[in-house]
């Protein structure tokens, strides 16, 4: 069956600091490619919408894939999903992905026919046999699938992550994937899922709070098979079992692979096992990404993070004794006043570390998506890419842009102060006699982005297609809010009943 794959454009943020290939969506690809169909991919972070239409047109897909991890991107998808229908009408169109599986009713609902399916959960068990069934009957019997009919079996989880290796030869623009200056830069995965349960993250309740590791060969055999010098490890917790990141270390040295790395990781993880961390400082990993989301403890508590202030900062120390540089994480609330903006902002021009803000943002499929999104103040999809307030702010709405973006200025000229520059200019000639510009528009294009008009202006736009309100449930049984539960493995024998 000829399979069209397409990631939608990148998000606000994407645009400026990083954009990289779309790993979930290139293993679906390469689930289904070994199972004898042809695939295309269009990743449209990087490619325009010309492109889409001359591959629609000449390649005539007899399925099309949309991959969902991002809630924002879920009004561009089901335009795309419309405008393909109409092109090419007997194409049978499915969307996938983090974000979708939380939502998968009200998306097909909103798409009025366009969409013929959603898959819940991991792509890679569910799409040889939806296309199966797609060609000889039976797609509501496909374990994950859900359509306007209703829920099909519960979806299955892989029981390792060694395979299907992702399809990143499908790829058509990969030197446009960069994150800073690690420009082009792969990704990969060492290992999926997430064992702690922050209220605002839906990382844990996706994978039902399950966790899997690649083997050190298959992980070493990956990383071997990448061109670029650049590697993003996509896993939520990055070393968790110090033994794993130990014996993928092994295997890289003993292959004399060298790279430059980014990873994300928590405090309390970097703390007990440094030396892991260290030793992959020497392979080559320079930055790390730590997701504080807070600075004193009333916060870390709120966010259930189990982490003290204590923790964040000794990690903070850690990493620069290692040579790692850190890009940190804070969570703006938007109940924040002028005064609590003024305290952060004096904290990050404290620290050398590169600090970020997202805000706080009730999402499907988190905790606080229950306890919290009564007050969701719009329920435009688009809004809800952690840039935008969601729910009331404290100070006026466009007060708190102007709060948030000054914020985030005064960071950005911080790393573009003196001796920044010295080093940027030292990577931009770097990377430009490469030729690689990633990293140099990166530098010149913060003031088009972050823009506290343009970020004002944004809630007042028409609003076509709205999030479902959120239903309050008790969650104290947290697997109320898993997509996948444990039991369901590929493999295993699967249930009628909805999950
Ligand atoms: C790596 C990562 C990124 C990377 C790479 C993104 C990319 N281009 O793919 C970077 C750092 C760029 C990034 C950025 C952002 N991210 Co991000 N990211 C992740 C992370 C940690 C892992 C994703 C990943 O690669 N996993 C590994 C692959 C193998 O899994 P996967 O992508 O989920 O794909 C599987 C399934 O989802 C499914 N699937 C995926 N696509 C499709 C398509 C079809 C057709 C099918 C059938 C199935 C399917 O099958 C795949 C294989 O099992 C997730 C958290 C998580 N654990 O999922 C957050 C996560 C997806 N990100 C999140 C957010 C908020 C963002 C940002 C908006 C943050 C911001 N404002 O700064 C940006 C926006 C990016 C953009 N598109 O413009 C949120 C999404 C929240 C939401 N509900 O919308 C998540 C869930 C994190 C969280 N804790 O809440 N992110
Ligand atoms: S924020 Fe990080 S540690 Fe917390 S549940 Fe999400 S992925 Fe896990």
Not at 180 to 202: M, V
Not at 204 to 228: C, H, M, N, Q, V
Request: with cysteine; proline share 6%; net charge positive.
């Amino acid at each position: 069956m000829r399979l069209l794959l397409v990631h939608p454009s990148a998000l606000m943020y994407s645009e400026i600091f990083l954009r990289l290939e779309p790993l979930g969506l290139e293993r679906v690809a390469g689930a289904a490619r070994a199972a004898g169909h042809q695939v295309r991919v269009v990743d449209l972070q990087v490619l325009g919408v010309r492109r889409l239409r001359e591959e629609v047109r000449s390649f005539r897909p007899e399925a099309l894939g949309i991959s969902l991890n991002y809630l924002a991107n879920i009004p561009e998808a089901i335009a795309l999903a419309k405008r393909v229908k109409q092109e090419v009408p007997g194409c049978f169109v499915f969307l996938g992905g983090h974000s979708v599986s939380f939502v998968a009713e009200e998306v097909l609902r909103q798409a009025e026919g366009a969409v013929d399916a959603v898959v819940r959960g991991e792509g890679e068990p569910a799409v040889a046999p939806l296309l199966r069934a797609v060609r000889d009957g039976g797609v509501d019997e496909v374990p994950g699938i859900v359509t306007v009919r209703g829920r099909g079996p519960a979806p299955l989880m892989l029981h390792g992550i060694d395979e299907p290796l992702p399809a990143r030869d499908l790829m058509r623009a990969r030197r446009r994937y960069f994150i800073g200056e690690l420009d082009p830069c792969a990704s990969i995965e060492f290992t999926r899922g997430c064992p702690w349960d922050c209220s605002f993250c839906s990382a844990w309740t996706f994978y039902g709070r399950s966790y899997r590791k690649a083997s050190p060969e298959a992980a070493a055999e990956d990383l071997a098979r990448i061109r670029e010098p650049n590697v993003f490890i996509v896993d939520d917790v990055a070393f968790i079992r110090p033994e794993h990141g130990d014996a993928i270390a092994a295997e890289v040295e003993r292959r004399g692979i060298r790279k430059r790395y980014y990873l994300e990781t928590r405090a309390d993880v970097l703390l007990r096992h440094p030396e892991v961390f260290e030793r992959w400082a020497r392979l080559g990993l320079r930055y790390m990404f730590l997701g504080m989301e807070a600075i004193d403890a009333e916060g870390l508590d709120l966010y259930r993070k189990r982490v003290s202030p204590d923790e964040n900062f000794k990690a903070l120390q850690t990493a620069r004794r290692l040579g790692i540089k850190v890009a940190i994480n804070l969570i703006v609330d938007p109940a924040w006043d002028a005064e609590q903006f003024r305290v952060v902002r004096e904290f990050a021009l404290a620290v050398p570390e590169i600090v970020h803000f997202t805000v706080m943002t009730p999402y499907p499929g988190t905790e606080i998506w229950h306890t919290e999104s009564r007050r969701l103040t719009t329920r435009d999809y688009r809004l809800f890419d952690i840039q935008h307030a969601v729910v009331p702010t404290t100070l006026p709405l466009d007060r708190f842009y102007e709060e948030l973006v000054r914020t985030q200025a005064v960071i950005n000229r911080k790393h573009l102060g003196l001796r920044t520059a010295f080093g940027a200019a030292r990577v931009l000639g770097r990377n430009l006699l490469h030729g690689q510009t990633n990293f140099a528009r990166m530098l010149w294009k913060f003031n088009q982005v972050y823009n506290p008009r343009r970020q004002f202006a944004d809630h007042a736009r028409p609003v076509r297609y709205e999030l479902p309100l959120p239903q309050r449930i008790d969650v104290g049984d947290r697997r109320q809010l898993y997509v996948h539960t444990r039991g369901a493995a590929q493999g295993a024998p699967s249930r009628r009943t909805p999950d």
